[in-house]
T-cell receptor, first 116, second 108 residues
């Protein structure tokens, strides 16, 4: 099926440093998302992105977070500066966004971030 | 309270047994999606099912909107079915609200 690729798969970073998580969405998809999952807890929505803009963000999407997709390359989530509570697995997803099954979200394998 | 509740929290099956996983939601929705989360964490989309019944191999999903529930039926379970099954409701903007999941272990 359609594949969403995420880089890196794992990263350990010192608190206060910047981290960028990269996502290569499905090629013809138009809508992009980031979700966060703390170990043992449910997956939670962070942000969705369409046509170069953030459409909606949750209260988990702190001021230290930002997303962009410059020139149709990777869809990125940047955290600057990082905090201990940012340790989690971050999942990128994409959808075509039109039609019935066009709203189906396809997820990447996740980027496991550990802030120490 | 939680908008999406899944039951049971965990399930142990003997290979070959069937299982029914439930998802109840406390709010209106546009659609329901079921995912399988591998033990390593990655998610696989199983069904996009806003209403009615859909089949895929040994899996069947049934969503009844007016009763605010969706179910996932696994028939003739296999050890490779072990993992966590997540349901997620979509209320608009493709923003998904996930349940906590049902952990399934299928013993050989």
């Amino acid at each position: 099926g359609p594949k969403v690729l995420q880089i890196p798969s794992h990263q350990i970073i010192d608190m206060g440093q910047m981290v960028t998580l990269n996502c290569d969405p499905v090629s013809n998809h138009l809508y992009f998302y980031w979700y966060k999952q703390i170990l043992g807890q449910q997956m939670e929505f962070l942000v969705n992105f369409y046509n170069g803009k953030v459409m909606e963000k949750s209260k988990l999407f702190k001021d230290q977070f930002s997303v962009e997709r410059p020139d149709g390359s990777y869809f990125t989530l940047k955290i600057q500066p990082t905090a201990l509570e940012d340790s989690a697995v971050y999942f990128c997803a994409s959808s075509h966004g039109t039609g019935d099954s066009g709203n189906t979200l396809y997820f990447g394998e996740g980027s496991r971030l550990i802030v120490v | 309270g939680q908008q999406v509740q899944q039951s049971p929290a965990s399930l142990v099956l003997q290979e070959g047994e069937n299982a029914e996983l439930q998802c109840n939601f406390s709010t209106s929705l546009n659609s329901m999606q079921w995912f399988y989360q591998r033990p390593g964490g990655s998610l696989v989309s199983l069904f996009y099912n806003p209403s009615g019944t859909k089949h895929s191999g040994r899996l069947t999903s049934t969503t009844v909107i007016k009763e605010r529930r969706s179910s996932l039926h696994i028939s003739s379970s296999q050890t490779t079915d072990s993992g966590t099954y997540l349901c997620a409701l979509e209320r608009g903007g493709n923003k998904l609200t996930f349940g906590i999941g049902t952990r399934v272990l299928v013993r050989p």
